[in-house]
C-alpha cells in the first residue's frame, strides 16, 4: 500500500532519542533532503531522578525567512516544550495539533537536572517526498 500526502509519495515514520547526557541537547528527529515532514506526535517520560525536560524546533539556517536571516544567521530555536518539570515515571504526549517542518529542520530534546538524567523521547513524522527541479 502506498502511502500519499498532499498527491506526493510518503511514508510514516517514528523515531526515537536516549537522552543520557545531562544538559546536552539530542537529535529526535531531522527533516532529509527533499522532503517536508508532518511531526504529529511527541512522547516524552522521564526514567530517573527528577529533571526539566526541553523539547525544541531547530530551523536550519536555509528556512529562516529572508527578512530574519541577518538576526538568526545560524538558524532559530523554537520552544515546543520550556522545562517541563518532571518526576521519575512521569511522561507527557503532545497529540492534536501538528507541525510542518522543512528539510535541515530537527525537533530535538534535552534534559536539565537529573545526574545521570534518562529521558526517553517518542516522534512520529509523515515525510513527504519533494520533486527536485
Known amino acids: ?19 543520557k ?3 546536552t541537547d539530542y537529535d529526535l528527529y531531522t527533516c532529509p533532503a527533499n522532503c517536508i515532514a508532518e511531526v504529529d506526535m511527541i512522547h516524552v517520560v522521564n526514567a530517573n ?3 526539566s525536560v526541553f523539547v525544541y524546533w531547530y530551523i536550519a539556517p536555509a528556512n529562516v525567512p529572508s ?18 518539570n518532571m518526576s ?6 503532545l497529540t492534536g ?3 510542518v517542518i522543512q528539510s535541515g529542520d530537527k525537533i530535538q530534546v534535552k534534559s536539565v537536572g537529573a545526574s545521570p538524567p534518562h529521558v526517553d523521547a517518542v516522534c512520529t ?3 513527504t517526498f519533494v520533486p527536485v527541479g
Open 1 to 19: 500500500m502506498a502511502l500519499v500526502s498532499q498527491g506526493k509519495p510518503a511514508r510514516r515514520k517514528s523515531f526515537w532519542a536516549d537522552v
Open 21 to 23: 547526557l545531562d544538559s
Open 49 to 51: 531522578g527528577n529533571t
Open 67 to 84: 527578512a530574519l536571516q541577518a538576526t538568526y544567521p545560524s538558524g532559530y530555536t523554537s520552544n515546543i516544550v520550556g522545562g517541563k
Open 88 to 93: 521519575v515515571g512521569e511522561y507527557f504526549t
Open 97 to 99: 495539533s501538528s507541525i
Open 125 to 127: 513524522v509523515t515525510e
